[in-house]
């Protein structure tokens, strides 16, 4: 019999343990490495529960982990098919909606000092830009602890809206405003400035890892721009007074915003990601309506389910 302090001390121990990882060695955004945390933290806060619940928890996220490490390997299809890759596109729409002007271009030029030296508030950028690679994620493992039906909903969410973006990147690789303007095909200069690495890790260190850790042309849509929206509009519900829902309304707005200013994105991008998402809702929703039609299926058994 496990005693009632159990949880408490996994928990703690679990806690230290990634501290310390995150000191040594970085924030785990590697899918593999980032999913085994998620697990063992999941097994650590029911550590006093039987052991067929922590196979099960292995089990409900090992197939959901698999899909999303084939979509990391995927995304450099494009390059191999020989797909043209879109460029000047994007400009010319960029500039057609903004009668001439590029907002990622007006945005450096006019926020960023001419010594160079990035601002005070990066910091506050790099925390917007980084929560991508985090927040997604805690959030699945924060529903699956509260409801496995919401939690259910939620990643076939995260799965559509990945495949939707590796559809895209597959058959319309497009260029982001950074690697534009190292084509000439934005005059002047374009900088990867959202703050990735907080200032703490120099900036050209952390470019160089966004460099090899993502995939160039996959600028439209912006999925960076889609998870942001997601979160907020999964959270939605649960948002019970005004502070809170102003909150999630900033968060996707304050992404936008750091990817367009960082040179990450066009706002055309952003635009499509959020299109993308609304895409991913109808398709599951089709999906959810069905399969509660079935002989047998009731999927609001145990928790209320939330339709968003």
């Known amino acids: 019999m496990v005693n009632k302090y159990s949880r408490a001390v996994a928990w703690s121990a679990y806690l230290l343990a990634l501290t310390v990882t995150i000191f040594t060695l970085g924030l785990p955004t590697d899918r593999i490495y980032q999913a085994t945390w998620i697990v063992a933290g999941l097994i650590a806060f029911t550590i006093d529960r039987p052991w067929r619940d922590h196979v099960r928890v292995v089990w409900d996220w090992l197939p959901l982990i698999a899909a999303l490490v084939v979509y990391d390997l995927s995304r450099g299809v494009a390059h191999h098919l020989g797909m043209p890759v879109r460029a000047q596109e994007l400009v010319t729409v960029e500039s057609w909606l903004f009668g001439g002007t590029i907002p990622t271009v007006w945005l450096q030029e006019t926020l960023l000092p001419p010594t160079g030296e990035l601002p005070w508030w990066t910091l506050l950028t790099g925390i917007v830009y980084t929560s991508h ?6 959030l699945a493992a924060v529903f699956y602890v509260y409801s496995r039906d919401v939690w259910s909903g939620y990643m076939r969410r995260v799965l559509l809206l990945s495949y939707l973006g590796l559809v895209t990147y597959i058959l319309l690789p497009s260029v982001p405003p950074w690697l534009a303007a190292e084509g000439d095909v934005i005059s002047g200069s374009v900088g990867r400035v959202a703050g990735f690495g907080f200032g703490v890790v120099p900036m050209d260190v952390s470019t160089r890892w966004l460099e090899a850790q993502s995939n160039p042309v996959a600028a439209l849509p912006s999925l960076h721009a889609a998870f942001a929206l997601l979160v907020a509009v999964a959270l939605w519900p649960f948002a019970k007074n ?44 089709a999906w959810e309506s069905h399969t509660t039609t079935l002989p047998g299926r009731d999927l609001t058994v145990g928790h209320p389910r939330r339709r968003w």
């Open 133 to 138: 690679f985090l927040v997604p994620w805690v």
């Open 242 to 285: 005004l502070w809170s829902r102003v909150l999630l309304a900033a968060y996707p707005v304050a992404m936008a915003f750091v990817l367009v200013y960082g040179g990450e994105h066009y706002v055309v991008d952003v635009l499509a990601g959020w299109a993308y998402l609304g895409l991913a809702i109808l398709l599951a929703r």
